[in-house]
Nanobody, 121 residues
Framework: QVQLVESGGGSVQAGGSLRLSCAAFGYTHITFCMGWFRQAPGKEREGVAA??????TYADSVKGRFTVSKDNAKNTLYLQMNSLKPEDTAMYYC????????????????WGQGTQVTVSS
């Protein structure tokens, strides 16, 4: 059974940094293609970053501030978030097993439960 477990969320002031982690358990082939999404209260879920092998893609709103990476040996996905803004406040979700690189939620088969990120001004 596949399980994705996120960690690393928390509260930080604007300009601060956080690193999210997502550990994958079960069928490890799902870690070939993974991504991060977020959802703020009252808003739709939006793609943040995705990675296939060493290729990455980012939402325009986080380019230059966020970095997605994978440690294949640990079956773990990371999201380094720098220069955080209040508008980055959301529940962040890890997703895995997608057919192609992109930030479309329906392309991903497995999802974690989420980790909350709160950025105060």
């Amino acid at each position: 059974q596949v399980q994705l477990v996120e960690s690393g969320g928390g509260s930080v002031q604007a300009g601060g940094s956080l690193r999210l982690s997502c550990a994958a358990f079960g069928y490890t082939h799902i870690t070939f293609c993974m991504g991060w999404f977020r959802q703020a209260p009252g808003k739709e879920r939006e793609g943040v970053a995705a990675i296939i092998d060493t290729s990455t893609t980012y939402a325009d709103s986080v380019k230059g501030r966020f970095t997605v990476s994978k440690d294949n040996a640990k079956n773990t996905l990371y999201l380094q978030m720098n220069s955080l803004k209040p508008e980055d406040t959301a529940m962040y979700y890890c997703a895995a097993e997608c057919g192609r690189l992109g930030l479309v939620a329906s392309w991903f088969r497995y999802w974690g439960q989420g980790t909350q990120v709160t950025v105060s001004s």
